[in-house]
């Protein structure tokens, strides 16, 4: 089964940096579009981010642009998140997910969660 | 883009049916057919259930099904069980975020 699984959570303080990683594999990872979702303590999902298969389209929350940074390494079948800037608010639990290969707008496999929590 | 509106908790007892709403607008859920579904225990990942609206992926249950009509979406769960008992959110592609989520409903079977 396809399986994704996340690294590079932890706390950091405002106005600080992370790096989330997203490990893909038993799945062609350059075929997918894949995304980025986040999970505030107690609340709702939220859709953060995502990238096309080769790279090149990258899309983002207004929550985000300009600070956070999808990237992918298809030689390495990894995903990432670059995350700048950081403010409490940006604290939650954060899933990367494929979207399914038949362009059908729905996410079919999904990461464990790595949680970031950004406080002084 | 707003999150589209959930009930924030359903009810049922066991082998009852129970319908999730997902409210959104003609930008979202009125225009596209890609709402999907997800099913969430806690602390775990969420899980597909349902896609393009009312289709749903293998070793789904097809106690769970989905429609569409307007602005609103909708799941079923028919012969409610103990182990649906769990949060639900709904998802839709949007003209302008590309996407957004229901506000989530939690599941209690009584």
């Known amino acids: 089964e396809e399986q994704l699984v996340e690294s590079g959570g932890g706390l950091v303080q405002p106005g600080g940096s992370l790096r989330l990683s997203c490990a893909a594999s038993?799945?062609?990872?350059?075929?997918?579009?894949m995304h980025w979702v986040r999970q505030a303590p107690g609340k709702g999902l939220v859709w953060v981010s995502r990238i096309s298969g080769d790279g090149s389209i990258t899309s983002y929350a207004d929550s985000v642009k300009g600070r956070f940074t999808v990237s992918r390494d298809n030689a390495k079948n990894t995903l990432y998140l670059q995350m700048n800037s950081l403010r409490a608010e940006d604290t939650a639990v954060y899933y990367c997910a494929r979207e399914k290969e038949d362009y059908s707008r729905a996410f079919d496999y999904w990461g464990q969660g790595s949680l970031v929590t950004v406080s002084s | 883009q707003s999150a589209l509106t959930q009930p924030a908790s359903v009810s049922g007892s066991p082998g009852q049916s129970i319908t999730i709403s997902c409210t959104g607008t003609?930008?979202?859920?009125?225009?596209?057919?890609?709402v999907s579904w997800y099913q969430q225990h806690p602390g775990k990942a969420p899980k597909l259930m349902i896609y393009e609206v009312s289709n749903r992926p293998s070793g789904v249950s097809n106690r769970f099904s989905g429609s569409k009509s307007g602005n609103t979406a909708s799941l079923t769960i028919s012969g409610l069980q103990a182990e649906d008992e769990a949060d639900y959110y709904c998802?839709?592609?949007?003209?302008?975020?590309?996407?957004?989520f229901g506000t989530g409903t939690k599941v209690t079977v009584l």
């Open positions: 038993r799945f062609t990872f350059s075929f997918s579009w």
């Open positions: 003609s930008s979202d859920v009125g225009v596209y057919n890609y």
């Open positions: 998802s839709s592609y949007t003209r302008s975020s590309p996407y957004v």
